[in-house]
Nanobody, 126 residues
Framework: QVQLEESGGGLVPPGNSLRLSCAYSGSTAINSATGWFRQAPGKEYEFVAAIRWMGGRTYYADSVKGRFIISRDGAKKTVHLQMNMLKSEDSANYYC???????????????????WGQGTQVTVSS
């Protein structure tokens, strides 16, 4: 059984940085991936970033590319999302997600991830 626990959300002014962390417990498969989705009030879930446990390849939404960095610490079984140059439109509830057997064509699909954390709130406001 996989369990995910997020931390690191908060309130920051535009232009600042935040780092989210996701502590992962459970086993990983060859094609497993861990990542982040976000949901703002009244909006659909939006893919943010993902990383492969085997090989460490990363994937980003266009809206965060160049500003966010996803990384993993295999020894600590933790995935981090470093969020820089935050904008008001980044405000949302951020969910850590994990999927086993995530194929490339589905890496940005909500349906590919069958384990979800409880979410952590990020608010970007002056």
């Amino acid at each position: 059984q996989v369990q995910l626990e997020e931390s690191g959300g908060g309130l920051v002014p535009p232009g600042n940085s935040l780092r989210l962390s996701c502590a992962y417990s459970g086993s990983t498969a060859i094609n497993s991936a861990t990542g982040w989705f976000r949901q703002a009030p009244g909006k659909e879930y939006e893919f943010v970033a993902a990383i492969r446990w085997m090989g460490g390849r990363t994937y980003y939404a266009d809206s965060v590319k160049g500003r966010f960095i996803i990384s993993r610490d295999g020894a600590k079984k933790t995935v981090h999302l470093q969020m820089n140059m935050l904008k008001s439109e980044d405000s949302a509830n951020y969910y850590c997600v994990h999927g086993n057997g995530v194929i490339l064509s589905s890496i940005r699909a909500k349906s590919a991830y069958n384990y979800w954390g409880q979410g952590t709130q990020v608010t970007v406001s002056s």
